[in-house]
């Protein structure tokens, strides 16, 4: 799981997807803060992307880079302590750019449930799975082909 956080930590553009009522919406996000598997964001309390957590916080997100790509499930969460909050802010130029005080923002928590790691340069490709709630992992296949040499 480890190398998962770590390139997350190194590619911290994602594609972030939720649901506006039953039709999904995705756009890129930056990681602004990781502490081990929580990932930490923010946006405009303006925005629709605030109001479709605030109805739905189930997210997920993807990183890719490389013929690699990390998937990350979890339910967003609007605590988040003031001292992260400004920490976010004051280490993010962007941020300082777009909004005068880091209390115009909104600011979410990701704490990682499932995390799926794909990694296509090798031959078989590795696939990974991390289930963070039930403590479990696996490995996969990716495509038939080496599925039916038993490499499940």
């Keep these: 799981m480890q190398r998962a956080l770590d390139f997350l930590q190194k590619n911290n553009e994602v594609a972030f997807a939720t649901c506006d009522r039953n039709r ?11 502490e081990g598997t929580t990932l930490y964001f923010a946006t405009s309390p303006q925005k629709d992307v ?8 189930n997210v997920e997100i993807l990183a890719m880079a490389n013929k690699i790509s990390v998937r990350c499930i979890g339910n967003v969460q609007f605590t988040v302590e003031d001292a992260v909050q400004k920490w976010i802010y004051d280490n993010t130029p962007v941020l300082q750019r777009l909004y005068t005080a880091y209390a115009k923002l909104a600011y979410f928590a990701l704490p990682v449930q499932i995390i799926d790691y794909y ?24 495509g038939e082909r080496f599925a039916k040499n038993g490499n499940q």
């Design 24 to 34: 999904p919406r995705i756009r890129v996000f930056q990681i602004m803060k990781q």
């Design 119 to 142: 990694d296509l340069n090798p031959t078989p490709p590795l696939f990974l799975h991390f289930d963070l709630l039930a403590g479990t992992e696996g490995k996969g296949f990716v």
């Design 50 to 57: 605030y109001q479709e957590l605030r109805t739905n916080p």
